[in-house]
């Protein structure tokens, strides 16, 4: 459930950067001759010619939509370029989109407090770089505005007839602006820069949203795409909210978004404002009722983590259809392949990053065969993270097991009972390393703790097993959730827990 957070004192500039057709531009980064022709990038899967999970704007204009199959797309657009997704271990291998949203993570982060919010998107706090300009040289007193902050969209600002350019100009250098709205127009001219620089660096385009907190900026940087901008000045706020379904505001897509049309009427953000904080409080909560109240006003004082990795490393594979996975044996070959790739992933961050993974988590989505009418999600589990594809691999098995006696109905060790009935399927499998933490000194003194309780290895991968053997001499191989144990286990499994708490905690506090 949504949380308020406190609204800061003094204002603050958050820009929310968005990739255009992200995957599409990175393949025609690789292969020019297709700049400028109408293309996608398709999933693994070739079914009636793949499913489109990207596509440009060139295919776009065609009526190329991301819902098509290939297939369709192809009847649509017949010159369309179908590009496959690259892949590795049968399945799809996101790594050179990662890698290319990293490149431009690092061009963006030269300019302010920077979240990686997702494999194209980022969030940007530019408050200090706009307080500065203000200051120094605020648009006022500029000579000349750049064409690329000109093409801004002013949301309540770009109204009539009138030269677009010129009203942009006008309003980017008003002398009478207030100060928020000073602010805003450094950020405008700011992120325009940023966003020439990333063109520069990475040759991808990318559109940006601008206004004062996290919220606003995302809802504004889908608003013109691609290759544009779109600042929200405070007064535009209520007209804006006033006719946005409430589906299309982050955290209201789900079950509270619909909870609000069906039990209060409310269809767009601007309806919420006949309620008082008060009402809202006693429908959803103390915490929800006041985030929602806030949201009406298009406040929110969520802050942007200084955070440019990611915060967790993830991989799935789904099972559609006929492909769904009926036999323990095949869901124990995909977690195989999954753990590998998971074991790459985190291994390589711990090397590049010095970062360290802690917990293991499996999800997976699941039918009953007999039981077509059950809502019963397939539970999630988790355990401490070991290192090494073979103990990932062994540890997401049985998390597998546990979480599957339990979707089933089956609380014992019986194996045959749960494998050999046969009456489920698999359709999404994925396991993910989460809660991972920075090491203070990097690699280099993990290492040097680690060599002070072990034998001193040469190579890094000695380094990473030491680390592992570290973590695990007082960790059960694996330490299941919810499967009903009698109390006596509970005592040790909470005792295990603390003595792995602990003792992660204390390799973090020597090795700073
Ligand atoms: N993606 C995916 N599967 C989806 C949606 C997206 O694999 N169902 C991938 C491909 C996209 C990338 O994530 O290129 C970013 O997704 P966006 O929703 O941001 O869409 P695009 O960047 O492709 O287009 P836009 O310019 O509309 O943002």
């Given at each position: 459930m949504p949380v308020a957070h406190p609204e800061p004192q003094d204002a603050r500039v958050i820009a929310h950067i968005d990739m255009d057709c992200f995957y599409v531009q990175v393949e025609q980064r690789k292969q020019p001759e297709l700049r400028g022709k109408p293309a996608a990038v398709i999933q693994y899967n070739s079914w009636k010619g793949g499913a489109l999970i990207a596509v440009g704007y060139e295919a776009r204009a065609f009526?190329?939509?991301?819902?098509?199959r290939g297939d369709e797309a192809k009847k649509v657009c017949p010159d369309i370029q179908l590009i496959q997704v690259p892949v590795a271990r049968d399945k799809s291998d996101l790594t050179l989109y990662r890698d290319a949203g990293s490149e431009v993570v690092a061009v963006l982060a030269r300019k302010g407090r920077c979240?990686?919010?997702?494999?194209d998107e980022v969030y940007l706090d530019i408050t200090d770089v706009a307080t500065s300009m203000l200051l120094e040289n605020p648009p006022e007193v500029l000579e000349s505005v750049d064409e690329e902050v000109l093409k801004s969209h002013i949301l309540g600002v770009n109204k009539d007839d009138r030269d677009q350019k010129q009203m942009v100009k006008e309003w980017l250098c008003r002398n009478d602006a207030d100060n928020h709205d000073k602010l805003l127009a450094c950020g405008a001219i700011i992120v325009a820069k940023l966003r020439k620089e990333v063109l520069t660096v990475t040759e991808f385009t990318c559109s940006a949203g601008i206004a004062h907190n996290k919220m606003l900026a995302k809802l504004a940087s889908g608003m013109h795409k691609p290759a544009q901008q779109t600042v929200v000045p405070s007064a535009s706020i209520n007209e804006l909210l006033a006719s946005l379904p409430v589906k299309k505001m982050k955290q209201l897509g789900g079950k509270l978004g619909a909870s609000l049309e069906s039990d209060l009427g409310v269809h767009n953000v601007g309806d919420l404002l006949q309620f008082s904080e008060e009402k809202l409080q006693n429908h959803y909560g103390v915490n929800t009722g006041t985030w929602l109240w806030n949201v009406a006003r298009g406040m929110s004082g969520e802050e942007v983590k200084g955070r440019i990795l990611p915060k967790s490393q993830g991989c799935g594979k789904t099972f559609p259809g006929p492909r769904a996975l009926r036999t323990i044996e095949s869901v124990e070959h995909w977690l195989g392949a999954l753990c590998e790739e998971l074991s790459d992933r985190v291994e390589s961050d711990l090397k590049q990053n010095k970062r360290v993974a802690q917990t293991l988590t499996l999800h997976a989505r699941a039918y009953k065969v007999d039981d077509s009418e059950s809502q019963k999600k397939f539970p999630s589990k988790s355990c401490p993270l070991r290192y090494g594809s073979a103990k990932l691999h062994e540890d997401a098995r049985k998390l597998f097991e546990s979480a599957l006696r339990e979707y089933m109905g089956i609380y014992g060790t019986d194996k045959q009972a749960v494998a050999g009935g046969n009456n489920w399927r698999i359709i999404g499998l994925s396991v993910a390393a989460t809660n991972i933490l920075a090491t203070p000194q990097g690699v280099t003194s993990i290492t040097k703790f680690f060599s002070t309780s072990n034998p001193p290895s040469s190579s890094s991968l000695e380094c990473d097993r030491n680390i592992q053997e570290s973590i695990s001499f007082s960790t059960p191989s694996v330490i299941i959730q919810d499967v009903r144990p009698p109390r006596w286990i509970w005592i040790t499994r909470w005792i295990w827990i603390k003595n792995w708490d602990n003792q992660v905690h204390q390799m973090r506090r020597l090795s700073i």
């Amino acid at each position: 459930m949504p949380v308020a957070h406190p609204e800061p004192q003094d204002a603050r500039v958050i820009a929310h950067i968005d990739m255009d057709c992200f995957y599409v531009q990175v393949e025609q980064r690789k292969q020019p001759e297709l700049r400028g022709k109408p293309a996608a990038v398709i999933q693994y899967n070739s079914w009636k010619g793949g499913a489109l999970i990207a596509v440009g704007y060139e295919a776009r204009a065609f009526g190329v939509k991301r819902s098509m199959r290939g297939d369709e797309a192809k009847k649509v657009c017949p010159d369309i370029q179908l590009i496959q997704v690259p892949v590795a271990r049968d399945k799809s291998d996101l790594t050179l989109y990662r890698d290319a949203g990293s490149e431009v993570v690092a061009v963006l982060a030269r300019k302010g407090r920077c979240e990686r919010a997702s494999i194209d998107e980022v969030y940007l706090d530019i408050t200090d770089v706009a307080t500065s300009m203000l200051l120094e040289n605020p648009p006022e007193v500029l000579e000349s505005v750049d064409e690329e902050v000109l093409k801004s969209h002013i949301l309540g600002v770009n109204k009539d007839d009138r030269d677009q350019k010129q009203m942009v100009k006008e309003w980017l250098c008003r002398n009478d602006a207030d100060n928020h709205d000073k602010l805003l127009a450094c950020g405008a001219i700011i992120v325009a820069k940023l966003r020439k620089e990333v063109l520069t660096v990475t040759e991808f385009t990318c559109s940006a949203g601008i206004a004062h907190n996290k919220m606003l900026a995302k809802l504004a940087s889908g608003m013109h795409k691609p290759a544009q901008q779109t600042v929200v000045p405070s007064a535009s706020i209520n007209e804006l909210l006033a006719s946005l379904p409430v589906k299309k505001m982050k955290q209201l897509g789900g079950k509270l978004g619909a909870s609000l049309e069906s039990d209060l009427g409310v269809h767009n953000v601007g309806d919420l404002l006949q309620f008082s904080e008060e009402k809202l409080q006693n429908h959803y909560g103390v915490n929800t009722g006041t985030w929602l109240w806030n949201v009406a006003r298009g406040m929110s004082g969520e802050e942007v983590k200084g955070r440019i990795l990611p915060k967790s490393q993830g991989c799935g594979k789904t099972f559609p259809g006929p492909r769904a996975l009926r036999t323990i044996e095949s869901v124990e070959h995909w977690l195989g392949a999954l753990c590998e790739e998971l074991s790459d992933r985190v291994e390589s961050d711990l090397k590049q990053n010095k970062r360290v993974a802690q917990t293991l988590t499996l999800h997976a989505r699941a039918y009953k065969v007999d039981d077509s009418e059950s809502q019963k999600k397939f539970p999630s589990k988790s355990c401490p993270l070991r290192y090494g594809s073979a103990k990932l691999h062994e540890d997401a098995r049985k998390l597998f097991e546990s979480a599957l006696r339990e979707y089933m109905g089956i609380y014992g060790t019986d194996k045959q009972a749960v494998a050999g009935g046969n009456n489920w399927r698999i359709i999404g499998l994925s396991v993910a390393a989460t809660n991972i933490l920075a090491t203070p000194q990097g690699v280099t003194s993990i290492t040097k703790f680690f060599s002070t309780s072990n034998p001193p290895s040469s190579s890094s991968l000695e380094c990473d097993r030491n680390i592992q053997e570290s973590i695990s001499f007082s960790t059960p191989s694996v330490i299941i959730q919810d499967v009903r144990p009698p109390r006596w286990i509970w005592i040790t499994r909470w005792i295990w827990i603390k003595n792995w708490d602990n003792q992660v905690h204390q390799m973090r506090r020597l090795s700073i």
